[in-house]
């Protein structure tokens, strides 16, 4: 049972050590993922502290193993606060830092660690850190608990969970700590919640992109086809234009939504999943109220793709200086970075598709060998996509990328319609670890990083304990 109290309780037993800390000017970094949820919550965290008047830094990593954190210590700071990492690894930070770090995340742990009282994890506290608690909605927590002026850093909480794709309850809604980080939002006038049309792009791009872009759910024939969907809406009679600027999603009234729907569901047809797709692009949309309309920021969804594109295309900092206010060259930068970073996901679908026996199916299982064409950085969303697609709904996906230093990316999604029973996270980390590798993540969707002499082995290990 989810237990908020506990978990606000926590937090106020440790905020006076680390009130005392920023006074007393100790040296403190918080170390953080590049994803959307990463960076919201790192910077969640960083603000709350920086306006404590803390001597505070904020530093990314793609990954974090016992490498990373022995280059962390020789920095040379007092007191660590790792956010969206670390869950798997405390044994490895205990021996590294002893007491004086602190882990803020919702990955799954094990029984030993979470008792550990350099950590605070969403499971420990009731809440299903795959839906109901990003590493942002725990990180939101601590800085509301350190000063509730800090509740203006809410949408954070917003952007990460959906970012992490934990809008998973009716209609694409936010539930557990994350509909909290939303209330509080919604309660500052900060954001409004709408049932809406969720097409990617909705408050930025032309209508015929927004469609075109949109790949969760994928709309058969029309994902990825923008001169299709454009001919499509054309035929249609849809007004494209007001003037001579091109619409947008949101601006369409709510006749020309239907009407735009019912000329998707003609061009869908009968084809297997259309009724799914249709359905899924209705939902909860969150907009950040005080955002500029026609830029991602406007739309929590697309705020959190935006990030994550940061993250994944070698430019945190830019996401970070976002999270913290910038609207001026870190907005533009990020517009460049968010339009390669769909390029590099459409190349490597691309790719995928042109080359199918890269797809190793063996039942349920679907393993994808993304080595030499999938970018590593790129391998999360590029498996997400696959999954969301009606040939690999039921199933379980498994991809792997070309790493550093000989190692290999792993990244898997469980489908939606999958028929079976597994824990994603659970399967990652011990098939990771009987290759010598580490792993680990949520039920539904995790990661690992194995030596690349080791893939084949990886591979058994995973077949063994999904058909288990």
Same mark, same amino acid.
């Given at each position: !049972?989810?237990?908020?109290?506990?978990?606000?309780?926590?937090?106020?037993?440790?905020?006076?050590?680390?009130?005392?800390?920023?006074?007393?000017? %100790?040296?403190? @970094?918080?170390?953080?993922?590049?994803?959307?949820?990463?960076?919201?919550?790192?910077?969640?965290?960083?603000?709350?502290?920086?306006? %404590?008047?803390?001597?505070?830094?904020?530093?990314?990593?793609?990954?974090?193993?016992?490498?990373?954190?022995?280059? +962390?210590?020789?920095?040379?700071?007092?007191?660590?606060?790792?956010?969206? +990492?670390?869950?798997?690894?405390?044994?490895? /930070?205990?021996?590294?830092?002893?007491?004086?770090? /602190?882990?803020?995340?919702?990955?799954?742990?094990?029984?030993?660690?979470?008792?550990?009282?350099?950590?605070?994890?969403?499971?420990?506290?009731?809440?299903?850190?795959?839906?109901?608690?990003?590493?942002?909605?725990?990180?939101?927590?601590?800085?509301?608990?350190?000063?509730?002026?800090?509740?203006?850093?809410?949408?954070?909480?917003?952007?990460?969970?959906?970012?992490?794709?934990?809008?998973?309850?009716?209609?694409?809604? @936010?539930?557990?700590?994350?509909?909290?980080?939303?209330?509080?939002?919604?309660?500052?006038?900060?954001?409004?919640?709408?049932?809406?049309?969720?097409?990617?792009?909705?408050?930025?791009?032309?209508?015929?992109?927004?469609?075109?872009?949109?790949?969760?759910?994928?709309?058969?024939?029309?994902?990825?086809?923008?001169?299709?969907?454009?001919?499509?809406?054309?035929?249609?009679?849809?007004?494209?234009?007001?003037?001579?600027?091109?619409?947008?999603?949101?601006?369409?009234?709510?006749?020309?939504?239907?009407?735009?729907?019912?000329?998707? *569901?003609?061009?869908?047809?009968?084809?297997?999943?259309?009724?799914?797709? +249709?359905?899924?692009?209705?939902?909860?949309?969150?907009?950040?109220?005080?955002?500029?309309?026609?830029?991602?920021?406007?739309?929590?969804?697309?705020?959190?793709?935006?990030?994550?594109?940061?993250?994944?295309?070698?430019?945190?900092?830019?996401?970070?200086?976002?999270?913290?206010?910038?609207?001026?060259?870190?907005?533009?930068? *990020? !517009?460049?970075?968010?339009?390669?970073?769909?390029?590099?996901?459409? %190349?490597?679908?691309?790719?995928?598709?042109?080359?199918?026996?890269?797809?190793?199916?063996?039942?349920?299982?679907?393993?994808?060998?993304?080595?030499?064409?999938?970018?590593?950085?790129?391998?999360?969303?590029?498996?997400?996509?696959?999954?969301?697609?009606?040939?690999?709904?039921?199933?379980?996906?498994?991809?792997?990328?070309?790493?550093?230093?000989?190692?290999?990316?792993?990244?898997?999604?469980?489908?939606? *319609?999958?028929?079976?029973?597994?824990? /994603?996270?659970?399967?990652?980390?011990?098939?990771?670890?009987?290759?010598?590798?580490?792993?680990?993540?949520?039920? !539904? *969707?995790?990661?690992?990083?194995?030596?690349?002499?080791?893939?084949?082995?990886?591979?058994?290990?995973?077949?063994?304990?999904?058909?288990?």
């Amino acid at each position: !049972m989810a237990d908020i109290e506990g978990l606000t309780t926590r937090y106020r037993a440790l905020a006076p050590n680390i009130l005392k800390m920023a006074t007393d000017g %100790k040296r403190i @970094l918080v170390v953080t993922h590049i994803d959307a949820d990463g960076l919201c919550s790192g910077s969640a965290v960083f603000a709350s502290l920086k306006r %404590k008047g803390a001597n505070v830094a904020l530093r990314t990593v793609p990954d974090l193993d016992a490498k990373t954190i022995g280059s +962390l210590k020789g920095l040379g700071y007092e007191f660590h606060i790792f956010t969206d +990492l670390g869950s798997t690894l405390v044994t490895e /930070l205990e021996g590294t830092f002893g007491k004086d770090f /602190l882990v803020m995340d919702h990955h799954q742990i094990s029984e030993a660690d979470i008792r550990s009282p350099n950590v605070v994890n969403a499971w420990a506290y009731g809440f299903d850190g795959g839906k109901d608690a990003c590493s942002s909605a725990i990180a939101y927590l601590f800085a509301v608990t350190l000063d509730w002026a800090n509740a203006d850093l809410s949408p954070l909480a917003v952007v990460g969970a959906v970012a992490d794709r934990q809008d998973a309850g009716p209609g694409r809604s @936010l539930t557990g700590l994350n509909r909290v980080a939303l209330a509080d939002a919604q309660s500052r006038g900060l954001m409004s919640v709408t049932t809406d049309l969720m097409f990617t792009g909705r408050e930025t791009r032309p209508i015929h992109e927004a469609v075109a872009l949109t790949s969760t759910p994928l709309l058969k024939g029309l994902t990825g086809s923008k001169d299709a969907v454009l001919a499509l809406l054309h035929q249609s009679g849809l007004p494209l234009k007001d003037g001579g600027s091109w619409r947008t999603v949101s601006s369409l009234s709510k006749g020309e939504k239907e009407s735009l729907v019912e000329t998707l *569901a003609a061009a869908l047809g009968s084809q297997e999943g259309a009724s799914d797709a +249709l359905a899924g692009i209705f939902g909860e949309v969150y907009t950040l109220r005080f955002e500029d309309a026609f830029t991602p920021l406007r739309d929590a969804r697309e705020f959190g793709t935006l990030l994550n594109s940061c993250g994944r295309m070698g430019v945190p900092g830019i996401g970070i200086a976002i999270c913290l206010g910038d609207r001026s060259h870190a907005l533009s930068a *990020a !517009m460049k970075s968010l339009s390669e970073y769909r390029g590099g996901i459409n %190349k490597a679908l691309s790719g995928l598709a042109s080359e199918p026996s890269r797809m190793e199916r063996h039942g349920s299982v679907v393993f994808v060998n993304g080595e030499g064409l999938v970018d590593e950085k790129l391998l999360g969303p590029v498996i997400s996509i696959l999954t969301s697609t009606p040939e690999f709904r039921d199933k379980v996906v498994v991809g792997r990328a070309t790493g550093r230093d000989a190692e290999v990316k792993i990244s898997s999604r469980v489908g939606d *319609a999958f028929a079976g029973e597994v824990n /994603l996270g659970l399967v990652m980390k011990e098939a990771a670890e009987a290759v010598e590798g580490v792993g680990g993540g949520h039920e !539904m *969707a995790a990661g690992a990083k194995i030596p690349s002499s080791r893939t084949e082995t990886f591979s058994r290990a995973v077949l063994a304990r999904v058909a288990g």
